[in-house]
């Protein structure tokens, strides 16, 4: 999430750049657009059905109103840190540490996001042995799990398939590489974040707003810290690209944070519009729409005034505006703000929907409750890949 939150705005090319051919900029910023569709449309896809999985370090981790509320307390705060390391110690020393963080990291997502692709591709006799890497703390009744993943050695496969690309952006620092991870980032972040309800939704993204428009209007921290910042944080896409080939270096650039934080929102929406049963996704792709019109609006104005701009001031508006006005349209205002995610989207975590009526001590309804929850709940991880 830090790197996320970090990784906002929209940047301009560099000033002391020669500037780049209209040619040049219609490819870098056309591409910017698609790369930042593909893991929104994909991720949301995923969410609906990631939650339902068995493997417990998959399921998806639940934002709540009030970790909204903090996160651009957290995120301005991790911003600033990073900032004032970058004035005070030496940027190489600072991104080498980074590099190596994001390099384990990378590769756990990349190999998330690739597995269920590369499962198509195996040939049916392929030998797949079952994994599974447990930890637990206590003893008797009373041991509960830490760590529970399951994997097989397909998911080994795809693991070595990542460390190539891991080793090719430690080694080079590839833009293509920069990208792979940055994707792979952005896809495991709108799968497995999950807002429980709109309101959360609304709370996040107008947060995030006034963050992003202070740190990149107010400030330059935001600038800074995005252009110095050697890590898989930003989509980067460059605007020489005809002149100089895969070596070229006048970058265009797009936060993750620009990508991920509407993109949970789209997914919201996406997984709303299946609770209504209707066999449309109307919601989904109005905010999708949505999305795209703000992205474009951003490049459009920062074209015009040729200074990095904050993504979400065009991006917010658009993605809560879209679908609300569709809603007033509909109406079902009601509905949307009253839909629980977690309620469509965990069918199995048992929940108590009615209370025991019983008389006696408390110890006698303590066992009438849990016979009535006949499984126990299961402890929920968040995965290393989420940001």
Known sequence: ??????????????????????????LAYGSLVLMALLPIFFGALRSVSCAKSKNSSEMPETITSRDAARFPIVASCTLLGLYLFFKIFSQEYINL?????????????LSHTISPMMNRFFPANFPNKQYQLLFTQGSGESKEEIVNYE???KDLVCLALSSVVGVWYLLRKHWI???????AFSLNGVELLHLNNVSTGCILLGGLFIYDVFWVFGTNVM????????????????????EKGLEADNFAMLGLGDIVIPGIFI??????DISLKKNTHTYFYTSFVAYIFGLGLTIFIMHIFKHAQPALLYLVPACIGFPLLVALAKGEVTEMFSYESSAEILPHTPRLTHFPTVSGSPASLADSMQQKLSCPRR????SPSAM
């Open 1 to 26: 999430a830090a790197g996320a939150a970090a990784g906002t705005g929209a940047g301009a090319p560099a000033a002391t750049r020669p500037p780049a051919t209209p040619e040049g900029m219609a």
């Open 267 to 272: 997914a919201l929406l996406l997984r709303f």
């Open 151 to 153: 994997f097989d050695t």
């Open 379 to 382: 402890r929920r991880q968040q």
């Open 97 to 109: 540490l980074l590099s190596m963080y994001f390099f384990v990291l990378g590769i756990l997502a």
């Open 177 to 183: 590489a920069n990208n792979l991870f940055g994707l």
């Open 223 to 242: 600038v800074t810290v995005a252009k110095s910042f050697e890590a898989p944080i930003k989509l980067v896409f460059p605007q020489d690209l005809l």
